[in-house]
């Protein structure tokens, strides 16, 4: 047997990974999906414009991508209103929560975030001897209090925070944003991912000031632009911060197809509010279908619903089963009290029809001991 050299922090971690895709689940039933509602996927998917240049750059995909990303970068840099040395491009929001934690996260330094929130941040702050130090959600939304408290009290290198709120659809207004990134602690730095921002109402998102180097604000691609499947997201922050992650970030790490996508995404702002209008329609769609079911939807600023089941977290994890038995891919928060809910993306109308269809057998069943 090879025996390797591994580090001792790596031999301690869980062979594990944040989330179970749905592909691996399809593998284990045997079937694909009948409706794949629950990775928070941009079911309505890129514009034709997008398309096209996908497949207009697929020719010279022998060539590396350009590792500066300069004309993405700018045009994402001039949608903003900032200097493209104030913009990051990187591998999804995932791939650069991954360059955060590792600029500033050596072993045993504290990062404070919310119990049962994106659990990919996690797995970065583990994977670099990091310690996490959660507090529990107040009314279903991230508690901006106890999250600056615990990191006065922890003296943590890092607040996390995702507003909108994933797992739970919840949302600061800009005016709470903007007095908690006022009294961030000296010598801690709020990672705020929007990358939900998008499907928000105006007045959700604070205006950008990348003056202020006490956050760092992250977007992406993969939501409403409909490019998860590309994995381009960005930060935009302080140029001098900003330039830190050339030290640590791969060069290469979003190639040539990638940028060309992601630039027809930004260009086509007309697809981006025909996506957002479909995404309210289909979010009002999954609210009346949990209300005909007697489940109380919690309001959301994204484009999933989460649905109390209006018990606790076994009521709610044996919904999940059943649903995802009948070939409905859903998902659930992970934490007390939060996993009393399901999550419920956005789907195209077959999908939310056999949602609608399945959601009452399911209970029901459930109910009836089957």
């Not at 950008?208 to 935009?236: H, Q």
Request: aromatic share 8%; with cysteine.
């Amino acid at each position: 047997m090879t025996h390797y050299l591994l580090t001792d922090l790596v031999k301690s971690l869980p062979a594990t990974v944040p989330f179970v895709g749905p592909e691996t689940q399809e593998r284990g039933r045997g079937a694909a999906f009948r409706a794949r509602i629950g990775a928070n996927e941009n079911v309505f998917g890129p514009s034709a414009a997008v398309s096209e240049a996908i497949a207009q750059a697929a020719g010279d995909a022998w060539m590396y991508g350009d590792p500066e990303n300069y004309v993405l970068r700018h045009a994402i840099a001039e949608h903003h209103g900032v200097a493209p040395d104030e913009i990051m491009i990187g591998e999804g929001i995932d791939g650069l929560l991954g360059y955060v934690v590792r600029l500033f996260v050596e072993p045993g330094d504290r990062v404070v975030t919310s119990a049962g929130a994106y659990p990919t941040f996690n797995y970065h702050v583990v994977g670099y001897d990091g310690v996490l130090v959660t507090v529990p959600y107040r009314d279903d939304r991230e508690d901006l209090e106890a999250l600056l408290e615990a990191a006065i009290a922890n003296q943590a290198k890092l607040i996390y925070l995702a507003n909108p709120d994933n797992p739970m659809g919840s949302w600061w207004d800009a005016h709470a944003i903007d007095s908690m990134i006022a009294r961030v602690p000296d010598g801690t730095l709020l990672v705020l991912d929007e990358a939900y921002g998008e499907f928000s109402e105006p007045g959700t998102m604070p205006e950008i000031d990348v003056s202020c180097d006490r956050v760092l604000r992250f977007r992406t691609f993969s939501k409403a632009y409909g490019l998860a499947g590309i994995r381009v997201g960005y930060a935009i922050g302080e140029s001098d911060l900003i330039g830190e992650f050339n030290k640590v970030r791969n060069h290469f790490g979003v190639g040539r197809v990638a940028q060309a996508a992601a630039l027809a995404a930004l260009k086509d702002q007309a697809h981006l509010a025909l996506v957002i209008d479909q995404v309210n329609r289909a979010r009002e769609r999954i609210v009346k279908i949990a209300l005909e079911n007697d489940l109380a939807p919690l309001a959301s600023a994204t484009n999933f619903v989460a649905i109390d089941c209006g018990r606790d977290g076994d009521f709610a994890v044996a919904v999940l089963n059943r649903l995802v038995q009948e070939g409905v891919f859903v998902r659930m928060p992970g934490v007390a009290p939060l996993d009393r809910c399901i999550r419920v993306t956005v789907g195209l109308d077959h999908e939310l029809d056999t949602f609608a269809e399945l959601l009452p057998e399911v209970l029901s069943g459930i109910t009836a001991g089957a």
